[in-house]
């Protein structure tokens, strides 16, 4: 593993700008913007203040609405079309500068998306705008259902002026430069595309036809902002349509994208960035870990032979990056996945000029700090739980599961308490790890105790259940687990709690984090012998993850999985049931998951709801919806359809799932016996691992 990070840490140069070092933030939407602010919202300055604050090389805000409303479509954007949006932008810029970052301003402009983007408001009338009458069809992960209306050229020509406009803007409000955004499947994209580019006028046909509107826009940038104002391009070095049929020698690839780059450095742009595009497949292209869950979209042999799948995510891009550096003599950027370790590997291997991240720096800011203070142990690890992409069609703001700060309008630091107190936190699950962390850092005494022998609490479980990849639930463990012993928590692990011993510590506060009980949905035959319940799974599960972990045991099932038959009947098609249908669907089983309701998906992260649906139909899996009356029977499960029809879905083994419900009753024995007494978590309120968390960065940050 890398010890030193000397060429990560260096100082770069795109075009007139000095960064501090090789670490870059993307320009990602985080939402936390309006289209009616004209002053900039709390949110954004505390996130983008904590990047600065934080040592990143330079950092890229994210696009605001370049063309109002076509290029937007959803409300939680910044604008920038008018002169009367340039204060609150400069607002932002001071934030950043008042750190000493350099910070540059994305566009990007969604023309060709569908509109609505998902169910939700339209932002517009009429239909979508592109380079031609262009669309998939076959691609719900994807958002070109729609058919564009092709773009005139008179129109074309006043686009190129909107983003000039723009850019303008932006100098004048005080950024150092532009990225635009050229990459995913956006309008310029579009163009860029000999798919969705079937012109054949002087935007159409050759490659330098249909480059001519990114490299206008370079061009009139660097001519009318002038030399002193930086311009990257954002670009995609393949498009892949083969899984969803499209063929790909119809789609750019990487010989095309080797001549692009070329042309936008001759345009004026002064650094590249690269990453690929999977049609289809939206996230996977920026998040390429996503390209693989819950498995990847083709078999490895159907990838393009440049694009390095070996990590399944990290360095996804590095061959791609490495080959148009080849081809130009500006910076280029490598972003996917990236970690400080690969970063600087890739830097001295001579691959890239600068390092981009996103998630990485949303789970923790201070992530450049600690890499140059040698404290890469006290990095907070990012889950690749996409938790911060969650609902992005819909605009919501953003959150991370472990950076609870992130999407807050609060200071991301944690002050020093005036007074110290003594901690007592109940449970060492992710809300008690979470809340005896922050109140550690903070100056607390902090007695962690919790009745098992192993901190994590069902976290083990989940990472079992969930697999090690694209999420990284042992990491986030091994964290907490370090942290407890820096920050001199005192653990007392195998003894449970009760009044008598908590009072025996003479805590000023107790934090109750015992989480939440394991249940077992009220359907008739659950006792059966061909059922197999959570708090079973749990207690049959538990020895064997105390003993080699959930990586080894993830191996091990997969090759033998006692007690669950060839045919699985699955209750219940929340997260739970979804996740234990994903489980063992891919390790053979036959699965069906029967939910009672019209939906499935309650507490599943939207984009991983559609891979997983997409992905269900392929392993097999049958979703049965509006399933009434269910009962467990010696075949398998009964229920009654909307119709009235009554179906047995043959099952050798079933298994109910359900939340967990809440456990109150330590944290109303401790009322009135401690000074104060708090409880948070499942034992508060059954919900998501991010709420847990959330709910314990909040009650030790007041303490």
Same mark, same amino acid.
């Not at 070092?21 to 904590?50: P, Q």
């Given at each position: 593993?890398?010890?030193?990070?000397?060429?990560?840490?260096?100082?770069?140069?795109?075009?007139? +700008?000095?960064?501090?070092?090789?670490?870059?933030?993307?320009?990602?939407?985080?939402?936390?913007?309006?289209?009616?602010?004209?002053?900039?919202?709390?949110?954004?300055?505390?996130?983008? =203040?904590?990047?600065?604050?934080?040592?990143?090389?330079? +950092?890229?805000?994210?696009?605001?609405?370049?063309?109002?409303?076509?290029?937007?479509?959803?409300?939680?954007?910044?604008?920038?079309?008018?002169?009367?949006?340039?204060?609150?932008?400069?607002?932002?810029?001071?934030? /950043?500068?008042?750190?000493?970052?350099?910070?540059?301003?994305?566009?990007?402009?969604?023309?060709?998306?569908?509109?609505?983007?998902?169910?939700?408001?339209?932002?517009?009338?009429?239909?979508?705008?592109?380079?031609?009458?262009?669309?998939?069809?076959?691609?719900?992960?994807?958002?070109?259902?729609?058919?564009?209306?092709?773009?005139?050229?008179?129109?074309?020509?006043?686009?190129?002026?909107?983003?000039?406009? *723009?850019?303008?803007?932006?100098?004048?409000?005080?950024?150092?430069?532009?990225?635009?955004? *050229?990459?995913?499947?956006?309008?310029?994209?579009?163009?860029?595309?000999?798919?969705?580019?079937?012109?054949?006028?002087?935007?159409?046909?050759?490659?330098?036809?249909?480059?001519?509107? &990114?490299? #206008?826009?370079?061009?009139?940038?660097?001519?009318? *902002?002038?030399?002193?104002?930086?311009?990257?391009?954002?670009?995609?070095?393949?498009?892949?349509?083969?899984?969803?049929?499209?063929?790909?020698?119809?789609?750019?690839?990487?010989?095309?994208?080797?001549?692009?780059?070329?042309?936008?450095?001759?345009?004026?742009?002064?650094? /590249?960035?690269?990453?690929?595009?999977?049609?289809?497949?939206?996230?996977?292209?920026?998040?390429?870990?996503?390209?693989?869950?819950?498995?990847?979209?083709?078999?490895?042999?159907?990838?393009?032979?440049?694009?390095?799948?070996?990590?399944? =995510? %990290?360095?996804?891009?590095?061959?791609?990056?490495?080959?148009?550096?080849?081809?130009?003599?500006?910076?280029?950027?490598?972003?996917?996945?990236?970690?400080?370790?690969?970063?600087?590997?890739?830097?001295?291997?001579?691959?890239?000029?600068?390092?981009?991240?996103?998630?990485?720096?949303?789970?923790?800011? $201070?992530?450049?700090?600690?890499?140059?203070?040698?404290?890469?142990?006290?990095? &907070?690890?990012?889950?690749?739980?996409?938790?911060?992409?969650?609902?992005?069609?819909?605009?919501?703001?953003?959150?991370?599961?472990?950076?609870?700060?992130?999407?807050?309008?609060?200071?991301?630091?944690?002050?020093?308490?005036?007074?110290?107190?003594? +901690?007592?936190?109940? =449970?060492?699950?992710?809300?008690?790890?979470?809340?005896?962390?922050?109140?550690?850092?903070?100056?607390?005494?902090?007695?962690?105790?919790?009745?098992?022998?192993?901190?994590?609490?069902?976290?083990?479980? *989940?990472?079992?259940?969930?697999?090690?990849?694209?999420?990284?639930? %042992?990491?986030?463990?091994?964290?907490?687990?370090?942290?407890?012993?820096?920050?001199?928590?005192?653990?007392?692990?195998?003894?449970?709690?009760?009044?008598?011993?908590?009072?025996?510590?003479? %805590?000023?506060?107790?934090?109750?984090?015992?989480?939440?009980?394991?249940?077992?949905?009220?359907?008739?035959?659950?006792?059966?012998?061909?059922?197999?319940?959570?708090?079973?799974?749990?207690?049959?599960?538990?020895?064997?993850?105390?003993?080699?972990?959930?990586?080894?045991?993830?191996?091990?099932?997969?090759?033998?999985?006692?007690?669950?038959?060839?045919?699985?009947?699955?209750?219940?098609?929340?997260?739970?049931?979804? $996740?234990?249908?994903?489980?063992?669907?891919?390790?053979?089983?036959?699965?069906?998951?029967? $939910?009672?309701?019209?939906?499935?998906?309650?507490?599943?992260?939207?984009?991983?709801?559609?891979?997983?649906?997409?992905?269900?139909?392929?392993?097999?899996?049958?979703?049965?919806?509006?399933?009434?009356?269910?009962?467990? &029977?010696?075949?398998?499960?009964?229920?009654?359809?909307? #119709?009235?029809?009554? &179906?047995?879905?043959?099952?050798?083994?079933?298994?109910?799932?359900?939340?967990?419900?809440?456990?109150?009753?330590?944290?109303?024995?401790?009322?009135?016996?401690?000074?104060?007494?708090?409880?948070?978590?499942?034992?508060?309120?059954?919900?998501?691992?991010?709420?847990?968390?959330?709910?314990?960065?909040?009650?030790?940050?007041?303490?």
């Amino acid at each position: 593993m890398t010890t030193t990070f000397d060429r990560l840490l260096e100082p770069g140069r795109i075009g007139p +700008v000095t960064t501090r070092n090789r670490m870059i933030k993307t320009g990602a939407c985080t939402c936390f913007s309006h289209r009616d602010d004209v002053h900039m919202s709390e949110k954004a300055k505390a996130f983008y =203040g904590a990047l600065a604050r934080g040592g990143v090389g330079l +950092v890229i805000v994210e696009s605001p609405i370049v063309d109002f409303p076509m290029a937007h479509r959803w409300k939680e954007r910044y604008r920038i079309d008018e002169d009367r949006f340039v204060p609150g932008m400069t607002e932002l810029v001071d934030t /950043i500068h008042g750190y000493g970052c350099p910070t540059f301003l994305q566009f990007w402009h969604d023309g060709p998306w569908q509109s609505p983007l998902l169910p939700g408001p339209v932002m517009f009338e009429g239909p979508p705008i592109g380079a031609s009458p262009v669309n998939i069809l076959n691609a719900p992960n994807d958002f070109h259902r729609d058919v564009p209306r092709e773009l005139t050229i008179p129109e074309i020509e006043d686009l190129v002026q909107k983003y000039v406009n *723009a850019a303008l803007r932006a100098q004048k409000a005080g950024f150092d430069g532009v990225d635009i955004n *050229a990459a995913s499947s956006h309008l310029l994209h579009n163009f860029l595309s000999p798919f969705f580019n079937r012109r054949e006028d002087a935007y159409g046909g050759t490659i330098e036809k249909r480059a001519r509107l &990114t490299t #206008d826009i370079v061009r009139e940038i660097k001519r009318l *902002a002038g030399p002193d104002f930086a311009v990257i391009v954002l670009m995609n070095a393949v498009e892949v349509g083969n899984a969803v049929g499209l063929d790909d020698s119809k789609c750019l690839d990487y010989k095309q994208a080797l001549q692009l780059a070329p042309l936008f450095e001759k345009a004026g742009a002064d650094a /590249i960035q690269v990453r690929n595009h999977w049609l289809g497949y939206h996230v996977g292209g920026f998040a390429p870990d996503y390209l693989f869950y819950p498995e990847a979209p083709v078999p490895i042999d159907r990838f393009p032979k440049e694009y390095n799948w070996r990590m399944q =995510g %990290p360095g996804a891009n590095v061959n791609y990056t490495a080959g148009i550096k080849a081809t130009v003599n500006i910076p280029v950027i490598m972003v996917g996945r990236m970690d400080p370790e690969l970063g600087e590997k890739y830097l001295e291997e001579g691959k890239a000029d600068f390092i981009a991240m996103t998630r990485r720096l949303q789970a923790d800011p $201070e992530l450049p700090n600690k890499v140059a203070a040698g404290k890469l142990d006290d990095v &907070t690890p990012c889950m690749g739980c996409g938790h911060c992409l969650d609902r992005m069609g819909l605009g919501a703001s953003r959150t991370c599961r472990i950076n609870a700060a992130f999407g807050t309008e609060e200071d991301y630091r944690l002050t020093k308490t005036p007074v110290r107190k003594k +901690v007592v936190v109940v =449970g060492g699950g992710p809300a008690g790890l979470e809340a005896a962390r922050v109140a550690a850092t903070r100056g607390h005494e902090v007695i962690l105790i919790d009745k098992s022998r192993h901190l994590g609490g069902l976290m083990p479980l *989940a990472a079992l259940v969930k697999g090690s990849k694209p999420e990284d639930l %042992p990491t986030m463990l091994d964290f907490y687990e370090r942290q407890m012993k820096k920050l001199g928590v005192e653990t007392k692990l195998g003894k449970p709690a009760d009044v008598a011993s908590i009072k025996a510590l003479a %805590p000023d506060v107790v934090i109750v984090a015992t989480g939440g009980k394991l249940t077992v949905p009220d359907v008739p035959g659950v006792g059966g012998p061909n059922v197999v319940t959570a708090p079973q799974l749990h207690g049959r599960v538990k020895p064997f993850l105390n003993l080699v972990g959930p990586e080894v045991l993830d191996r091990l099932t997969r090759i033998w999985l006692p007690s669950v038959g060839k045919r699985v009947a699955v209750i219940g098609g929340g997260f739970q049931g979804l $996740e234990v249908a994903e489980f063992l669907a891919k390790r053979g089983r036959k699965v069906t998951v029967l $939910e009672p309701s019209a939906h499935v998906g309650e507490g599943v992260i939207d984009f991983r709801l559609g891979l997983l649906e997409d992905w269900f139909p392929r392993k097999g899996v049958d979703i049965i919806t509006n399933a009434g009356d269910m009962k467990v &029977t010696t075949q398998g499960v009964s229920y009654t359809s909307p #119709d009235g029809k009554r &179906t047995t879905v043959e099952a050798d083994t079933v298994i109910p799932t359900a939340p967990v419900t809440p456990d109150t009753s330590l944290v109303t024995s401790l009322q009135g016996v401690v000074p104060e007494v708090y409880a948070i978590g499942d034992c508060r309120e059954a919900g998501l691992m991010i709420d847990a968390i959330a709910a314990g960065w909040r009650v030790a940050k007041q303490i």
